[in-house]
């Protein structure tokens, strides 16, 4: 074999290989984790002043999971005038599978949620409420196994 054949073998075999990378492009999904991601970033200073209250007011472990049930936990010192809840369940991997719920804890401060609402994997877990007229914030991430 010559040395033009060489090169047309390189040159067909670098061409297959660009295909093939543009074919495995298009089968990814790149989705942003938030819709109207530029208007909740304009926003972002009042999640960082929810955070720092909810951290002035506890450090203690806000979301926690059994076998069954994810529980989430609110401190006794922020239950007071609890309003608005809300979490949002975010799955990175599939955007269908993202789902949002509002929330009243109960006496004790607990609010469960069944796994079989869920599918195992990674969630980020964003909580939010008011409480004495004081927005609080949390961020976590599980997985759901």
Not at 75 to 91: Q, V, Y
Not at 107 to 119: E, H, V
């Amino acid at each position: 074999m010559n040395w033009g054949h060489k090169i047309t073998i390189v040159i067909v075999g670098f061409i297959i290989a660009m295909l093939g990378m543009v074919y495995l492009a298009y089968q990814q999904t790149n989705e942003m984790v938030d819709t109207n991601y530029y208007e909740k970033e304009l926003k972002y200073q009042l999640k960082i002043d929810a955070s720092d209250n909810l951290n002035a007011a506890t450090h203690d472990t806000l979301i926690t999971q059994s076998n069954d049930a994810l529980i989430i936990t609110i401190p006794e010192n922020l239950r007071t005038a609890f309003a608005n809840g809300k979490l949002e369940f975010i799955k990175n991997d599939d955007k269908k599978k993202d789902f949002s719920l509002h929330f009243q804890p109960d006496a004790n401060g607990l609010f469960i949620i069944p796994k079989d609402k869920f599918t195992n994997g990674f969630y980020k877990i964003r909580i939010q409420w008011e409480s004495n007229h004081k927005n609080y914030y949390h961020e976590q991430d599980i997985v759901v196994k």
